[in-house]
């Protein structure tokens, strides 16, 4: 089986997306209850060596070469930064003059190591799911020392000196982040981390729904309220 694996292009806002994701399995540095990957088995944070990336990278190429993409949306099984190719991933697309998107639960954003990687990309998206350390832990179930302060810090260092588009994804969990008090804690961390563009979302995952899904009506209300701020 191959590393990279991709959807048919589709069109956004008269964009054509190609989106791609770049790992062979799931690699995260979160273990997230409501994944829907499925479990960790590889919780990590630092870069792998996977084989066979150089045919991968061809096969990138000859994609974009063969179609016409405005741009690459980079969504994988887990981090996407951990593929230690991922740079060259990057500057290959950049150098189609294509535009990327980088998808990723956002820890990471803030390490040195990573920064000038994600800085290359033209639009990338973070996420936001709780706002106490307890349901981070228990719901999000990180690397060992993770925490939801240097989360959100983590994010905020990043968009300081980015120059690209920053989404924030807010994720609404019933019984975790949907109450008033939650939904203004959420709205100080996006103060905090001044993304270009916010997007609410609910678990619309059928496996997940019944326990961890909110009605309508309340989804409407807290959208307006975060969408308002
Ligand atoms: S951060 Fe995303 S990919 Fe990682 S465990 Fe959580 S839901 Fe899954």
């Known amino acids: 089986m191959g590393v990279f694996s991709y959807k048919d292009i589709y069109k956004e806002d008269g964009k054509r997306v190609l989106e791609i994701n ?3 399995e ?3 540095n979160f273990d997230c209850i409501f994944c829907p990957i499925g479990r960790s ?8 060596t996977f084989d066979g990336m150089d045919n991968e990278l061809k096969e990138l190429e000859k994609m ?3 179609n016409k993409v405005d741009l690459v ?17 990057i500057d290959l697309i950049k150098s189609k003059g294509v535009l990327v998107r980088l998808l990723s639960n956002g820890y990471l954003f803030g390490r040195e190591e990573y920064m000038p990687i994600i800085n290359k990309c033209d639009e990338v998206v973070g996420e936001i799911k709780v706002v106490t350390e307890v349901d981070f832990q228990k719901i999000q179930r990180p690397i060992e020392g ?4 240097e989360y959100i810090s983590n994010m905020v260092k990043f968009n300081k000196q980015y120059k690209g588009k920053f989404i924030l994804e807010v994720g609404i969990i019933k019984g975790y982040n949907d109450t008033d008090e939650s939904i203004d804690k959420i709205k100080s961390i996006i103060k905090e981390i001044s993304p270009d563009k916010i997007i609410v979302a609910r678990m619309e995952d059928e496996r997940f729904k019944k326990k961890l899904g909110i ?3 309340r989804f409407d209300a807290i959208s307006k309220s975060i969408l308002n701020i």
Do not use: M, R
């Open 22 to 24: 770049i790992l062979p």
């Open 73 to 89: 949306f980079i969504n994988s099984k887990g981090e996407a930064l951990v593929n230690s190719k991922v740079s060259d991933i």
């Open 64 to 66: 974009l070469d063969d």
């Open 215 to 217: 009605s309508d009506e």
């Open 41 to 48: 088995h590889n919780k990590i944070d630092t870069q792998l």
């Open 26 to 28: 799931k690699y995260c």
């Open 146 to 149: 993770y925490t939801l302060k």
